[in-house]
């Protein structure tokens, strides 16, 4: 075999760095549970002796910890008087669960992802599918700490007034609301909040997670008008809804034309389907880019297994683009399908009748 030296000990230095970001993935996810990042936060220069006795861990663990962090440049070190610092700007990401940059939830679904190998070591040499069920069951935790910051920081205030003529409709008294695929209820608690005057029903065949929202439903102080039930995107119970919304799930289903031709005898005439998807582009080419390198990691450990362990296996895949989503919508039976607005992890799409 002939090869060029220097390309290889190129690619070499950037794996380096590719190996530290691996690595530093269960790190993030101890900061965040052991609570050092929030013990830092606001805090000034500390020592990690004074951060062990913050956080009541042993100090041996918090130092190595701490160079860890700061080899990472998660945050400063001061040499000369062995002391560490958060920056506020870094304690938005690691720190603080609503900002729209909180990391550690992606850390939650890493977690399950390498808890998955064996599952998917196995369906790449059978071809059958690994269900969202038989994950670990920090990605459920993990993919709403992950979505969670983005749907607080644009459902509201963008997208939903994007979508024409649907904000007037929540607003008014009676409006009803499936959520499908909804999860641990994040975005249906959202939605709740914002419109008092309407009611939210959220639907997912995970069990677990259902219950999970039911809680989080109490939590928020919106269960008398939020109900959660178990249910498939095909079958899910209720006629006349002014909004049906899919939140970053319609690529994992097996049979999404099924689930779109669903939706539509769902909704009350004039209604919306909202859809929101991960941001792609239609051509494989156009979404080499950091973003669909992490999307396209995720559907291979995820979203494309969950599909083929459905009925209908489409497996779309969560780089599916604007063209064959409206594929599948129109193919049930929407006439109307159009990009309301976008963000560079969102695609946010109105199909009507």
């Known amino acids: 075999m002939q090869y060029d030296e220097q390309k290889v000990q190129d690619f070499m230095a950037r794996m380096v760095g590719e190996f530290g970001a691996v690595a ?26 004074q951060l062990a006795e913050r956080t009541g861990l042993a100090p041996r ?15 400063r070190y001061d040499a000369s008087t062995a002391q560490y610092q958060l920056e506020n700007e870094m304690a938005m990401c690691f720190a603080e669960e609503t900002s729209p940059t909180f990391i550690p939830g992606f850390c939650d679904c890493a977690e399950a992802m390498f808890r998955s190998l064996p599952k998917l070591e196995s369906a790449f040499r059978t071809g059958l599918g690994v269900g969202w069920h038989q ?56 939605m709740a909040q914002a419109y008092p005057d309407a009611t939210f029903v959220g639907f997912d065949y995970h069990e677990p997670s ?3 929202a039911r809680e989080a439903a109490q939590e928020a102080g919106v269960s008398d008008r939020v109900t959660f039930d178990v249910a498939s995107a095909q079958q899910f119970p209720g006629k006349d809804y002014d ?11 097996g049979d999404p ?25 239609d051509r494989l080419e156009d979404n080499l880019n950091p973003v669909g390198r992490v999307f396209y990691s995720a559907s291979t450990m995820i979203c494309t297994g969950a599909s083929l362990a459905q009925e209908g296996q489409m497996a779309l895949g969560a780089q599916a683009g604007e063209t064959r989503l409206r594929n599948v919508v129109t193919a ?18 109105q199909a009507q009748a």
């Not at 269960?26 to 830092?40: E, V």
């Not at 779109?260 to 389907?273: D, E, M, N, Q």
């Open 210 to 212: 259902v219950q999970r």
């Open 135 to 190: 994950h670990h069951p920090s990605l459920f935790k993990g993919t709403e700490r992950f979505f969670r910051p983005s749907y607080a920081a644009h459902l509201i205030s963008d997208w939903i007034p994007a979508l024409d003529g649907v904000e007037p409709r929540l607003k008014a008294q009676g409006a009803r609301v499936a959520d499908v695929g909804c999860g641990h209820g994040a975005s249906t608690i959202l």
């Open 24 to 49: 530093s993935a269960p790190l993030i996810a101890l900061g965040d549970r052991l609570g050092l990042y929030k013990a830092m936060t606001e805090q000034g220069w500390m020592t990690s002796e």
């Open 61 to 75: 663990y918090v130092r190595e910890w701490l160079a860890a962090q700061a080899a990472s440049g998660f945050i």
């Open 332 to 349: 049930g039976g929407f006439t109307r399908f159009t990009r309301a607005t976008q963000t560079p992890f969102n695609l946010v799409f």
């Open 243 to 253: 909004l049906v919304a899919f939140f970053d799930c319609l690529h994992d289903m």
């Open 257 to 281: 034309t099924g689930a779109a031709a669903h939706v539509l005898h769902s909704l009350k005439p004039g209604g919306t389907w909202m859809i929101v998807e991960p941001f792609a582009n």
